[in-house]
């Protein structure tokens, strides 16, 4: 039988050889709307590894519709770059598409030399700030005709699709939507008025493109915005699109402003599918379903239970450009799997740094670090076998070095099972096992229970250690830290610690973020339990919320800093701190503590002395770096490195990159 994700798929003639499809993602790797060769490099290596289509972009249609970053297709200058582009992507065996777009009102003024963004009505961005200027009916007609222009020169540049976005905030959905159409003409009022601007859109480009030249629009599902459009008007709205110009819809969820979260680790895999098939089972064409797509088996399921007829892998595919041709191989154990953490793409975007990856090292990279095969082999042994560790040890190993690592545990993994064991975190645990399985790939020793010191070294004779022992708990000075209720954070989400029911959390950082909720899940109700009471009615809605929500613990998290999770990214910060107010955790901000006592702790809240308490006193004050073996290696003389947590305590991004680049700068 043929595997569903490998069967072609036909789009207005143009037939696929597979189900997957790489979605637009803003790579933040234009410079001044030129094609480079980073973005050649990037998507090549994506076609090599074996995805059906590629959707490059967004694209720009005008100068107020993106940013420098951005790909450019608003002039004809920029069609040679596109071509390019476009030949890359066919050469090395995918098909190519362009997506064109408008932010509309989500776009920057900084960006555009102080124009002011310009939107369907005067509606502050809450994404930016900035109020955008009302489009004049002229400003309407002439950025219809800028879509269908950028249109044409994708077909002219040799593509062989294009994609319109109508969706995720960006302008055309401001016209389809009532709380950014405030409109009284023919493009405002009611919701065929609101859905006129996105359907002239489409049928100048299809004129400009022709009837036999497949057009793609990424919609959404549900927009998860309250009081804007409904789930049911963008099934309308896929209907008519699929009636007329649209040859395929590519099923796009939330606004860049909605409260729901969309890409990072607490979605479930596939969660957003049933919006796709909300829309297949009302439309006649190929329906691609989005988000959280991270795994073959995920979409497999969704298209063999005729959920969608394809399924976007986008940031899939920033972790393992090679996961669709792993899959077709049946070598699927091997994929080393997105895990939502938006640490290097998402998070990227808002410091305007090109997309990286926390999973890949060389995402954002590709033939840009000199990874050739040393002609000086050595003897490497790596200490540590955290990410930072089995990072290094992998990228040794591949450039050319006899690699070996010692852990002092009996798993590899280090920190990042206790990255997962907050709820909605457990994807840490699967890049862990990755790690692990392309460690054992490439026949890297590893040795277990190995507490390091002088004489083994001195008998295992390496030419270079790299030392990724990682970080241990710091514990502030102050009095009763030795009373029998204090408990440490990571021995907490390790489950070696119990706590009572009254807990209060030292420090406000990350991690005492993740050991809050992960505590505030205690006594909750499961998602297979929520489902079985729901199914059978035994509770009623708002019941089931509650008991979804309320633990079994009281739970207080104090920060003597001015704000609660300053070391978290923007990605996932706002949707943790929704989860501190839905779940009931008290936060306490510019509170320093003063003494634990036997009956809580003692605090200064702003020169107040409060007595609080609590049966278990958490310590989440950071960590310090692992240093003990450092005077060591000193004395043995070996050229070493230290990586990791080891080096400085960061996130899990810089402990990869940091390992990679030591493992590939050993010459």
């Known amino acids: 039988m043929i595997d569903p994700l490998f069967q072609p798929i036909t789009i207005n003639g143009l037939t696929i050889k597979n189900r997957i499809y790489l979605p637009a993602m803003h790579l933040g790797m234009g410079v001044e709307y030129e094609i480079t060769e980073q973005i050649i490099d990037f998507y090549a290596l994506r076609a090599k590894g074996g995805a059906g289509l590629i959707c490059a972009g967004y694209a720009t249609v005008d100068d107020l519709s993106g940013n420098t970053q951005n ?376 040795v277990f229970n190995s507490d390091v010191d002088e004489f083994l070294i001195r008998a295992e004779k390496p030419d270079h250690i790299i030392l990724a022992t990682g970080s241990s708990p710091w514990a502030p000075e102050f009095p009763g830290l030795n009373l029998p209720h204090v408990a440490n954070a990571w021995d907490v989400l390790d489950n070696k610690s119990h706590t009572g029911a009254r807990v209060a959390i030292i420090g406000g950082g990350a991690v005492g973020v993740e050991t809050a909720l992960f505590l505030a899940e205690k006594g909750t109700l499961s998602a297979d339990m929520v489902k079985f009471l729901l199914v059978n009615q035994a509770e009623n809605l708002e019941t089931l919320y509650e008991m979804a929500t309320k633990g079994s613990k009281k739970i207080i998290l104090i920060e003597m800093l001015d704000k609660i999770g300053k070391d978290i990214g923007k990605s996932t910060k706002w949707g943790m701190m929704q989860d501190l107010g839905r779940f009931g955790i008290q936060t306490m901000t510019n509170t320093k503590v003063i003494r634990i006592t036997p009956q809580g702790l003692e605090v200064d809240q702003g020169g107040q002395i409060r007595q609080m308490e609590a049966d278990t006193v958490v310590l989440a004050a950071g960590s310090k770096p692992d240093t003990r073996l450092v005077s060591i290696l000193k004395n043995t003389g070996i050229p070493f490195d230290i990586i990791g947590d080891a080096q400085k305590v960061a996130t899990a991004f810089d402990a990869v990159h940091s390992g990679h680049q030591a493992g590939i700068s050993i010459e």
């Open 71 to 446: 790909i450019g297709a608003h002039d004809d200058r920029f069609i040679p770059g596109l071509q390019k582009l476009a030949e890359a992507i066919q050469k090395n065996g995918s098909l190519a598409c362009l997506q064109i777009n408008h932010a509309g009102r989500y776009n920057f003024s900084f960006f555009m030399h102080g124009k002011q963004p310009v939107a369907p009505s005067a509606v502050a961005s809450r994404m930016t700030g900035e109020t955008p200027k009302e489009m004049t009916v002229e400003d309407i007609h002439e950025t219809v005709n800028a879509f269908a222009a950028a249109a044409a020169r994708t077909k002219k540049a040799g593509f062989n699709a294009v994609e319109v976005l109508s969706g995720t905030g960006y302008l055309i959905s401001e016209f389809l939507s009532p709380l950014t159409n405030k409109r009284t003409d023919a493009y405002g009022g009611s919701f065929q008025n609101r859905m006129r601007f996105g359907m002239e859109v489409m049928e100048a480009v299809r004129k400009a493109v022709g009837q036999e030249f497949p057009l793609i629009v990424r919609m959404n599902g549900n927009d998860f915005m309250p009081g804007g459009n409904s789930r049911q008007e963008l099934q309308e709205y896929a209907k008519i699109l699929a009636s007329g110009p649209a040859d395929a819809l590519c099923i796009n969820v939330g606004w860049h402003e909605a409260r729901v979260p969309q890409i990072v680790s607490c979605v479930p895999r596939g969660a957003f599918s049933y919006l796709a098939r909300g829309i297949k089972e009302k439309v006649q064409i190929p329906v691609i379903a989005s988000h959280r797509i991270n795994d073959p088996e995920t979409a497999r399921e969704l298209i063999q239970n005729n959920m969608a007829d394809m399924v976007a892998m986008g940031r899939s595919l920033i972790a393992d450009p090679l996961l669709p041709e792993k899959a077709r191989q049946g070598r699927e154990k091997d994929i080393v799997h997105c895990i939502g953490c938006a640490q290097g793409c998402f998070d990227n975007l808002f410091r305007l740094k090109h997309v990286e990856c926390l999973c890949n090292p060389l995402a954002g990279y590709e033939n840009r670090i000199n990874s050739a095969r040393t002609p000086h082999p050595k003897k490497v042994m790596v200490i540590g076998g955290g990410a930072a560790g089995m990072t290094a040890a992998l990228a040794a190993h591949d450039k050319g070095h006899q690699v070996s690592l010692h852990e002092k545990t009996g798993r590899l993994g280090g920190q990042l099972f206790l990255a997962a064991a907050p709820p909605g975190r457990e994807e840490f645990a699967r890049f862990a096992r990755d790690l692990a399985r392309q460690m054992e790939l490439r026949n890297i020793p590893a």
